[in-house]
């Protein structure tokens, strides 16, 4: 027997979320239903509220909901250090570390020629342009391991190697190829602690 239509179309709708399979995403949409109209309206909102309001910082490409994102308008952190990354998502990873207040810029990918991601494909220019306007002495290198984190990374040094600015990298207890969501808070913390210099 089939569902009605409605209720399928929501299971097909969470089944777009990644890691959600068809048992996972059936139990979700009989857990709607028994949410009540307010809860089912401020869900719905949420969602709507997302696509509508959630933007990117023009400064160090971080989600916000305003002009300039919630780390970049914070005085308490380091002015002079960025945190390199790869994607939105690992900024928030470090933050729930809560050890290290410092900036970032998020970089929208890594270098992978085979995947047609050039340099210019990604917000290098924007982070020069940050290193000399912010007088910025230190860039930790907070990249995925792997052949295109360590393309990445190099080629950033050999553009900031006349640039009076330090360039670091996080520890190698990372392994290789791992997706930053998935270390563990230690793993991550460790690996900012004992950063090196890319020489």
């Known amino acids: 027997m089939n569902y009605p239509r409605s209720f399928q179309n929501l299971i097909d709708c969470f089944k777009l979320l990644p890691g959600v ?7 979700y949409a009989f857990s709607m239903l028994d949410l009540d109209e307010n809860k089912i309206n401020d869900f719905c909102e949420s969602i709507s509220n997302v696509k509508e309001k959630i933007t990117t910082c023009p400064n160090c490409g971080c989600m916000s909901d305003s002009n300039n994102c919630l780390i970049c308008s914070d005085d308490s952190r ?4 960025i945190c390199v990354v790869e994607n939105q998502k690992n900024v928030f990873i470090f933050e729930k570390l809560g050890v290290f207040k410092t900036k970032y810029h998020v970089l ?16 290098i220019s924007k982070l020069i342009e940050r290193i000399e306007k912010e007088n910025i002495k230190e ?3 907070a990249l995925r391991p792997g052949i295109e984190g360590n393309t990445t990374a190099l080629y950033i040094t050999k553009l900031l190697e006349n640039k009076n600015v330090k360039v670091t990298q996080i520890a190698q207890g990372v392994p290789m190829g791992a997706e930053m969501e998935y270390l563990d808070a230690l793993t991550l913390e460790m690996a900012l602690e004992n950063r090196s210099e890319i020489s």
């Open 108 to 123: 929208g990918g890594l270098i992978s020629p085979m995947d047609g991601v050039n340099p210019e494909d990604l917000s």
């Open 139 to 141: 860039i930790i290198l």
């Open 21 to 27: 399979g068809t048992k996972t995403a059936e139990r």
């Open 78 to 81: 380091h002015k002079d250090i």
